[in-house]
């Protein structure tokens, strides 16, 4: 995929309510604007990546890029489990998001339990992946120290929203 790396931003906001509570996994998602300019080349599937809220701390992330196949869903999204335990949500806060590499394609599960391990085998490959230093070295982008004011905007359909959100590499 050519567009890897590949650099997002905007609010998070309320997903499907899955995460923490079906699956213990919690997520952050981005709007519909971030997902509707995601390059072609970007396929369904699971990444991995840096990811930070507002202008804390970077740490590993996974993210789900698609229809979520287990749950049938009709609606693509891109839900971001960032490796740390936050003691809040962050619902309205910004996302600044780096998918890195990809792990695999999507596919349905033939119970919870099934999809639950493959997320946490996902969430395992991630931090190996991210250890290797040509993808350790993208922790310390300056997309991650930019204000999310200053932030060019990518789109025109992005341009029309209130936040700036960046997509690109």
Not at 3 to 19: A, H, Q
Request: aromatic share 10%.
């Amino acid at each position: 995929m050519k567009s890897l790396p590949y650099f997002c931003r905007g609010e998070v906001v309320r997903g499907f309510g899955r995460g923490s509570k079906e699956l213990g996994i919690p997520t952050a998602n981005f709007p519909d604007s971030v997902v509707d300019n995601l390059p072609a080349d970007i396929s369904t599937g699971i990444y991995y990546g840096w990811a930070c809220i507002g202008n804390g701390d970077v740490y590993k992330m996974v993210m789900s890029i698609g229809w979520n196949p287990y749950y049938k869903n009709t609606k693509k999204s891109m839900e971001t489990h960032i490796i740390h335990k936050f003691k809040e949500d962050f619902y309205g806060q910004t996302l600044s998001a780096v998918l890195v590499g990809y792990i695999r394609s999507e596919k349905s599960f033939p119970s919870l339990e099934d999809l639950i391990a493959a997320i946490n085998s996902d969430i395992e490959e991630a931090k190996v992946q991210l250890e290797l230093p040509e993808h350790s070295k993208l922790k310390e982008d300056n997309f991650f120290t930019s204000t999310t004011n200053s932030s060019p905007v990518s789109s025109s359909s992005a341009a029309s929203t209130s936040q700036s959100i960046i997509n690109g590499h």
